[in-house]
């Protein structure tokens, strides 16, 4: 069951600071859990998850947290922030 995606002017800020590549893969990335919500298990108050997933590209690892809140009773991903951590492989 898919759900919306609102993404947040903070978050589209933190996609702009991002290269290309790495934007996509965040896009892809939250296209997906609005595609299956049911892999965001709310750990913080009110819905809020921090979702993490690592990309290796070009010899680093990219380390992404993406802030999300699931909301079920309007079946909506609201995608709040996206912070980025690379270090070499």
């Known amino acids: 069951m898919s759900y ?3 993404l947040a002017g903070d978050a589209a800020a933190d996609l702009r ?8 893969e965040v896009l892809d990335e939250i296209d997906r859990l ?9 750990r913080l108050p009110g819905g ?7 990309r290796d590209h ?3 690892r990219h380390y992404l947290f993406i802030t999300v809140h699931r909301d079920d009773a309007r079946r909506r991903v609201g995608v709040h922030s996206v912070a980025h951590y690379s270090r070499a492989i």
Request: proline share 10%; net charge negative.
């Open 34 to 42: 609005a595609a299956d919500p049911s892999v965001l298990r709310p």
């Open 4 to 6: 919306t995606l609102d």
């Open 58 to 60: 070009a010899g680093s």
């Open 17 to 24: 600071d991002l290269e290309p590549w790495l934007q996509e």
């Open 48 to 54: 809020t998850v921090i979702h993490d997933v690592t």
